[in-house]
């Protein structure tokens, strides 16, 4: 624990820092504290923050910059909280957001990045994790149908079916509502996927089958992740180094390594921030990662986060992405 005016003199730095991206010095912390204190004092606090690896000290200057050890102490004391203008924003945004869930994800990475400035990221749900609302069959032809499935978290699964001749439209609503009945809140695939009764008509169950069959084939694999990235653009501008700025662009293009990186960023299902080593992804050392779950009825269903500099507005980012994952899950709740 850091003595009060320490913990003001390191939190001057930081917040300086954030703003400038250059060194501060004893001058600028007594202009941005009103801590009755000399520079001279500043100075001495300076050095011990330093000695106690909150804060470095680059080259010959004569500022310090905080270390991942300084921004976590400065996070761990933050009460973060989003201007109501960007509130509104928020609201909004999610009022006029229906449709498809891929869509809706999409829409959401763009207004995180918009919000902060950085790369912003949603794990979609995982497919296990959907049930079944309502499945329909469509005629698209003399010989073509095609299967649509409504699921819990708002996805919509497309499937194109072929079709005797001889079915007419009531047997493809037959189908629909035989899958309805006895698929609705199960999921598609999976241990707890429901099996499917006969109805005595050889041609609606062959269907029926049939539309099962190639509904499960659209969803690919059940435990894959998805996710969807924002604002990857907005990298540009937040590292001088070059090789910097490609590392990072490189993994934002690694599915595999975002569900893994924000898996493990987050914290007892709760908002949590991880400062440059302690994510564990060794070329995103320099980048500090905000996350927060979206839930269904109670259950964590995805992320959100944001990726940016270590050097970044954590009051802000911390902010944006907690409304963003609460909005986001309670627009799913209410379809």
Known sequence: MLDERKAAILRAVVEEYIETAQPVGSSAVVRATSLPVSTATVRNELAVLERDGFLDHPHTSAGRVPTDKGYRFFVDHLTPALPQG??????????????????????????????????????APQRDSATVRSVQLVSLG???????????????RKAVVEIAPDHAEHHLAAVGAHLTAHLSARP??????????????????????????????????????LVFVGGAAEMATTFDAMETLRRVLAILEQQYVLVSLLR?????????????????????????????????????????????????????AMAAVGVVSQRLGKALREG
Not at 100 to 116: G, K, N, P
């Open 86 to 123: 960007q509130r509104q924003r928020v609201q909004d945004f999610f009022a006029r957001a229906h449709g498809e869930i891929e869509q809706m994800l999409t829409d959401t990475t763009r207004l995180l990045s918009e919000l902060t400035h950085y790369a912003a990221l949603v794990v």
């Open 142 to 156: 003399p010989a073509v149908a095609l299967a649509v499935a409504v699921l819990s978290d708002g996805s919509v």
């Open 188 to 225: 598609l695939e999976g241990d707890e996927a429901a099996s499917l009764p006969t109805t005595g008509d050889e041609g609606v169950d062959r269907l029926a089958a049939q539309a099962r069959q190639a509904l499960e084939r659209a969803g690919g694999s059940p435990e894959a992740e």
């Open 264 to 316: 493990h960023a987050i914290h007892d299902d709760r908002l949590s921030v991880s400062i440059g080593a302690e994510h564990g992804v060794e070329p995103l050392a320099q980048c500090s990662v905000v996350v927060a779950p979206y839930e269904y009825e109670g259950v964590r269903i995805g992320t959100v986060g944001v990726l940016g500099p270590t050097r970044m507005n954590y009051p802000h």
